[in-house]
């Protein structure tokens, strides 16, 4: 090992702590393995195109995303949410957030991480639900990040209305895979039935998928004259 490569592991460790660091006041439940791990992709991830973020909550993981597409001068991060909170995030609970309960919706502490985490002017939040949102996008994407709802259906919904806009070669990654069944069940399913995308890693409760180039008759032209992939997501 040479000296240069000594020094690119510590560099990582010190990138990693001080991260770790600043990013602490910003709550919710992204573990610190997994915001590096989608700092590194938004970093360095394949191709050219949008970082998008299906349920952003408190800004938590839209700062680690933001902080790697910044320190690369990479793309910015569309952060979509209606900021009303998942079922599990309501009043009474299994993980009430009281800062919802008490102001209706979490978009005011969220432009205040993303403000205090120094990546405000990298963010480009869509306040509004994952299907609204949709309605409207025409732009590829080259790294999705699907963190919504866990439910079965709702991960189902978020994946089927995203992923055709994933670029040939981009990364999917969905949270909480290993502690919701139902985002468990989904990303077990697609992986198994279909060969378009392969597991790159995981991450505590992170999988990392990426998108193969597909073959000819798998592009379609969008109604915008886009070049859309189209992805069947597991019945």
Request: contains cysteine; hydrophobic residues 40%.
């Amino acid at each position: 090992m040479t000296n240069d490569d000594i020094l690119s592991k510590v560099n990582t460790v010190i990138e990693y702590a001080n991260t770790v660091f600043e990013l602490k006041p910003v709550e919710g439940y992204l573990h610190d393995l997994e915001g590096y791990a989608l700092m590194r992709v938004a970093a360095d991830g394949p191709g050219t195109g949008a970082i998008v973020e299906i349920g952003s909550f408190l800004g938590r993981s839209t700062c680690w995303l933001a902080r790697g597409a910044k320190s690369t001068f990479r793309e910015k991060v569309t952060a979509i949410d209606h900021f009303k909170g998942s079922p599990e995030h309501q009043a009474g609970s299994s993980f009430e957030c009281r800062f919802l309960t008490e102001h209706g919706s979490t978009f005011p502490a969220f432009q205040e991480n993303i403000r205090r985490a120094g990546v405000e002017d990298y963010v480009e939040p869509i306040v509004a639900s994952s299907e609204d949102a949709a309605k409207t996008w025409d732009r590829p994407i080259r790294f999705l990040f699907i963190d919504g709802d866990h439910s079965y259906e709702a991960t189902r919904r978020d994946f089927s209305l995203w992923a055709p806009f994933l670029i040939p070669g981009g990364c999917i990654a969905f949270h909480d895979v290993g502690v919701w069944d139902g985002v468990t069940q989904f990303v077990d399913g697609l992986l198994k039935a279909s060969a378009e995308y392969v597991k790159l890693f995981s991450v505590a409760g992170l999988a990392m998928l990426q998108r193969n180039p597909p073959a000819r008759d798998d592009v379609r032209t969008g109604p915008e004259g886009n070049k859309r992939l189209v992805a069947q997501a597991p019945e």
